[in-house]
């Protein structure tokens, strides 16, 4: 489902999770493995203030592994820690407990020490649309809970959902804008299929990725398309491709917008390898 981010969404969007956040000792803040920046909600920090916090690298399976101990070394120098998951595939859900238990563990401690029986630890999944909350909820819930969704505008009661032992996450993620003033972002956004492809021109985003892909992933560009030198120029990358792979209007010309539907579409099924598009 998209969402129009219209600033009484955002700041409806933002009074729910605020309201979440009493009930709650830990985010969990899912980003995409990919575009760790872009994918972050900007107002984040002020949004949790400093409730602890674990930022979990989501769709790790389709990012560039180099780039990603990049992004969580990065973050534990920020003093946040992270950690990379998949959530489709369910891998990494032992360690999100874990690094939770570890970082609460003198809050509960003291609990503990005051008398208090231990409980579960609560946790509130947040993220931008389509980052992953949904499936990472459900692998951790072992089960598919039902999408009632918690969009802007909508209530409904809060469920926990148990995680073992050790863990209870709140049934409804909190759903989160993306960063918007940025036209990079934008383009990173759509590239990752983080938003929908007709609120930016798909020339565009094919233009923005090639560009990045030449200059970070050249290696990938060449096998996948065959091609014995990369064009330094934008408009012979797209002939070249459009050449080898058949994009071609009659008379000759390249059908740009069928080049830049293969290229994104090849960038999204992994066609083109894993690929990360910000470092730290
Ligand atoms: N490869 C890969 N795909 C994933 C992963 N996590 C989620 N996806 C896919 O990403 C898409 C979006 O996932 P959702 O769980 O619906 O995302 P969401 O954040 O709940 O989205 P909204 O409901 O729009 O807020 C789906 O196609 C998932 O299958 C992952 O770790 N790896």
Known sequence: MTIQWFPGHMAKARRQVTEKLKLIDIVFELVDAR????????????????????????????????????????FAENDIPALAIDSHAGVGMKQIVAEANLILKDKFDKMTARGIRPRAIRALIVGIPNVGKSTLINRLAKKKI???????????????????????LL?????????????????????????????????????YALSFLKENYPLSLKERY???????????????IGKRRGC????GMTDYDKVAELVIRDIRSENLGKITFERP
């Open 226 to 240: 065959q091609l014995e030198e990369i064009p330094s120029e934008i408009v012979p990358l797209f002939d070249e």
């Open 146 to 168: 039902a999408q009632t969704g918690d969009r802007p505008g909508v209530t409904k009661a809060q469920q926990w959902i148990k995680v073992g032992k050790e863990l209870e």
């Open 35 to 74: 575009i760790p920046l872009s994918s972050r909600n900007p107002m984040i920090d002020e949004i949790i203030k400093n409730k602890p916090r674990l930022v979990l690298l989501n769709k790790a399976d389709m990012a560039d592994p180099k780039r990603t101990k990049e992004w969580i070394s990065y």
């Open 171 to 207: 049934d409804t993620p909190g759903i989160l804008w993306p960063k918007f003033e940025d036209q990079s972002v934008g383009l990173k956004l759509a590239t990752t299929g983080a938003i929908k492809d007709t609120i930016l021109n798909l020339q565009d985003i094919a233009v």
């Open 248 to 251: 071609m209007m009659p008379g």
